[in-house]
């Protein structure tokens, strides 16, 4: 017997959102990707890997354009309800996080092309570790969401506050670098904005994990958000002329 009709639309939208869900996760595989060969290329001082990775953006950029039709073709035929229109909804917001977390590993990788057009410093070294706790992250939101795991998004999420610790002393490292040698600042600057591009990163990560969270529960995650980001703190006591 043949099936039934509501069968074909049954399976039909089945197929619509698992291409969106892996929309989503190429998206994801290449913003990682784009993330860590920025690292690299700081490190290796290698402008030309630089420029490649500014140009894939543009990849990351299209995807997220493709998610956004699907969304609208989905919203406007189907017109889901309760966790088919949180799957939808979250694809989309999860999407934005993506391409921003682009965006962030493209200017990492623009300031890389700047920074070796100085002299280096050693805060440089100090790098790596704050892009690979981003890049663990990403990868277990990006899991997360493969999955549908609440639980595993949920320890993702509160890793956000170790990369703000390891983001607010290496704050503090490239200040000291600054204040006892003016010859550093601009080495120091570009660093500075790389780390904190790094720090954000961390921040949309954590957004993809509560909306994975959110898929799965249909409720926000109970927790505040803690951060560890005390970079302020740090500026108020170099301006009072305290330790940091």
Known sequence: MPPLPSEHIVKSYD????????????????????LEAAIAAVVERDSDSAERIVESDK???????EVGQDV???LALRQPMARDLREVMAALRISSDIERIGDYAANVAKR???LNRVELVRP?????????????IISEVLLSYRDRDADRALLAWARDEELDGLYTGMFRELLTYMMEDPRNITACTHL??????????????TNIAENVYFIVHGTQIAQTRRKGDNT?????????????
């Open 192 to 205: 500075l904005f790389m780390a904190k591009n790094i720090e954000r990163i961390g921040d949309h990560a």
């Open 232 to 244: 302020a703190s740090v500026v108020a006591k170099v301006g009072t002329g305290k330790s940091a």
């Open 72 to 74: 609208i073709r989905l």
């Open 124 to 136: 440089v070294f100090s790098l790596p570790r704050l892009g690979k706790l981003a890049a663990e």
């Open 15 to 34: 197929e619509e959102l698992a291409r969106l869900t892996g929309e989503i996760q190429r998206m994801g595989d290449l913003a990682l990707k784009e």
């Open 59 to 65: 990849e990351v950029d299209a995807l997220e354009n």
């Open 112 to 114: 890389a092309i700047a």
